[in-house]
């Protein structure tokens, strides 16, 4: 499976954007690029997955580049709310393993 | 919202008891899996069900634990003895079916917090 690179913590201010990279260098074809987050003590929560195309949905955008080897989640107006492990994760589409790594722990400030 | 159920949320038992957690998934859904996250890392795979089937348990340390989804619904995940290792968020999740990104997103229940003393 190819590998994630995401930074291990970042900072963002209340109602501005945040925007999330993630590296997946040595991805493959036909792998997918999925986006989980993690709020404390909780269970992971599904955001977003793309394979090549952009991708918004009502809690974020999805930005790939085009070589596919690195993505950006961006959370448009982040709240106090959005204070979680956020998780890049590339996955073969017949590959039913969500391999999670370390994360991003993101802290939205007031 | 359709959600994951799980319970017990919290679990403290002692080391050589046997502990036993419960998932209900979202309804409809084919896919269940266990996961066990301990402390400060991402969550791992145990054993993944595709209706009562197990197709994956190669991470199940089957010499204490022990999975079961009868029914092709619900599903009870076993540790017996429990031993101080094991502590750690054990958590469920089910999909659609596990075959095809527009099938196969997995939702995640809250987990249990088990705490072996």
């Known amino acids: 499976d190819a590998k994630t690179t995401q930074p291990p913590s970042m900072d963002c201010a209340e109602g501005r954007a945040a925007n999330l990279p993630c590296n997946h260098s040595t991805i493959s074809g036909n792998e997918y690029v999925y986006w989980y987050r993690q709020i404390h003590s909780q269970g992971p929560q599904y955001i977003i997955h793309g394979l090549k195309n952009n991708e918004t949905n009502e809690m974020a955008s999805l930005i790939i580049t085009e070589d596919r080897k690195s993505s950006t989640l961006i959370l448009p107006h982040a709240t106090l709310r959005d204070t979680a492990v956020y998780y890049c994760?590339?996955?073969?589409?017949?590959?039913?393993?969500?391999?999670f790594g370390a994360g991003t722990t993101v802290t939205v400030r007031a | 919202e359709a959600e994951v159920a799980q319970s017990p949320r919290y679990k403290i038992t002692e080391k050589s008891q046997a502990v036993a957690f419960w998932c209900d998934p979202i309804s409809g859904h084919a896919t269940l899996y266990w996961y066990r996250q301990i402390l400060g890392q991402g969550p791992e795979l145990l054993v993944q069900f595709q209706d009562e089937s197990v197709v994956d348990d190669s991470q199940l340390p089957k010499d204490r634990f022990s999975a079961e989804r009868l029914k092709g619904v619900d599903s009870t995940l076993k540790i017996q003895p429990a031993e101080l290792g094991d502590s750690a968020m054990y958590l469920c999740?089910?999909?659609?079916?596990?075959?095809?990104?527009?099938?196969?997103?997995?939702?995640f229940g809250p987990g249990t917090r088990l705490t072996v003393l």
């Open positions: 994760i590339v996955r073969v589409s017949h590959d039913y393993k969500l391999s």
């Open positions: 999740a089910s999909s659609l079916a596990y075959r095809g990104p527009s099938t196969d997103t997995q939702y």
